[in-house]
């Protein structure tokens, strides 16, 4: 009996035409309605305090970063990002020691002007940094002055496929 009760279950949440899309939530009388107990989590202060400070830490993580998912168990946290879209720099690749690229932040809107090197030059770093030019970050992420922070990790790979050379930070 409670397996084809459970089959009942999954047959309902799993059902496209009523349900239609991941991105709405099932409301807590919606499964009252299937015929579930439900724990609502205001009657626990406790139990609703952890929650809302989970829920908190991931709103600020999905605006402030390039951060879109997040998987957590007891155990791990798995992240997923997007790469923000930047134009590809024009890179004469037979010789290239370094390049020069913009990339927009997503929230704002400010264009950043950033180098990447190639080659171990310190006058690289110094014409660079004269331009008012940002090296290319060691942890491949950016953080704009608003707070949002962006992952250049396809930038990277991009770039390093492009030149033949790995990217010197």
């Known amino acids: 009996m409670k397996v084809k009760r459970a089959q009942e279950i999954a047959a309902e949440l799993t059902n496209h035409a009523k349900w239609r ?3 709405r939530s099932i409301k807590a009388t919606d499964l009252y309605d299937i015929g579930l107990k439900v724990t609502r ?4 202060p406790k139990l609703s305090d952890i929650v809302y400070r989970i829920q908190t830490v991931c709103r600020l993580l999905f605006s402030s970063t390039t951060i879109y998912k997040i998987f957590a168990t007891e155990r791990e946290k798995v992240f997923k990002n997007a790469t ?12 290239a020691e370094v390049v020069e690229f ?16 190639f080659v171990d030059n310190p006058q690289i770093d110094e014409d660079f940094r004269e331009k008012g030019t940002i090296a290319y970050p060691k942890d491949n992420k950016l953080k704009c002055e608003c707070g949002f922070e962006m992952d250049l990790g396809g930038i990277r790979n991009d770039l390093e496929a492009k030149i033949g050379k790995k990217l010197i930070t």
């Not at 930047?86 to 004469?92: E, Q």
């Not at 913009?102 to 090197?117: M, N, Q, R, S």
């Open 21 to 23: 899309t991941h991105g």
């Open 41 to 44: 989590v205001e009657s626990d």
């Open 84 to 95: 923000p879209v930047t134009v590809a720099p024009r890179i004469p690749i037979q010789a």
């Open 102 to 117: 913009e990339t927009k932040c997503p929230k704002c809107g400010k264009v950043h002007k950033l180098y990447a090197k």
